[in-house]
């Protein structure tokens, strides 16, 4: 049974920073591509950004780039979402995702990852 626990989610006010980070177990780690996702209210699931196997390749949302940075630790079964530069409108609840196999086209697709997380939920204040 494959698990993800998310965690470091909450209140910051607009330009600051959270780091987000999902435990993986279960499952091999490093064999998964690894996905963040986010929803906020009366939303549909949006993709923000995924990460290969071996640390590549990175995707990111154009809402995001250049605000927001993946990474993974093999070694802890564990993908970072480092958030900076915090706006409102990135208020959600922010999801990790995993899956085996992934292609390329489908990266973005919410529905093509197998593993979720329960979620973390990030509020950003003006």
């Known amino acids: 049974q494959v698990q993800l626990v998310e965690s470091g989610g909450g209140l910051v006010q607009a330009g600051g920073s959270l780091r987000l980070s999902c435990v993986v177990s279960g499952g091999t780690f490093s064999k998964y591509v690894m996905g963040w996702f986010r929803q906020a209210p009366g939303k549909e699931r949006e993709f923000v950004s995924t990460i290969g196997w071996s640390g590549g390749p990175l995707y990111y949302a154009n809402s995001v780039k250049g605000r927001f940075t993946i990474s993974r630790d093999n070694g802890k079964n564990t993908v970072y979402l480092q958030m900076n530069s915090l706006k409102p409108e990135d208020t959600a609840v922010y999801y990790c995702?995993?899956?085996?196999?992934?292609?390329?086209?489908?990266?973005?697709?919410?529905?093509?990852?197998?593993?979720w997380g329960q979620g973390t939920q990030v509020t950003v204040s003006s």
């Open positions: 995702a995993a899956d085996s196999s992934v292609s390329i086209s489908r990266l973005p697709m919410f529905r093509a990852y197998e593993y």
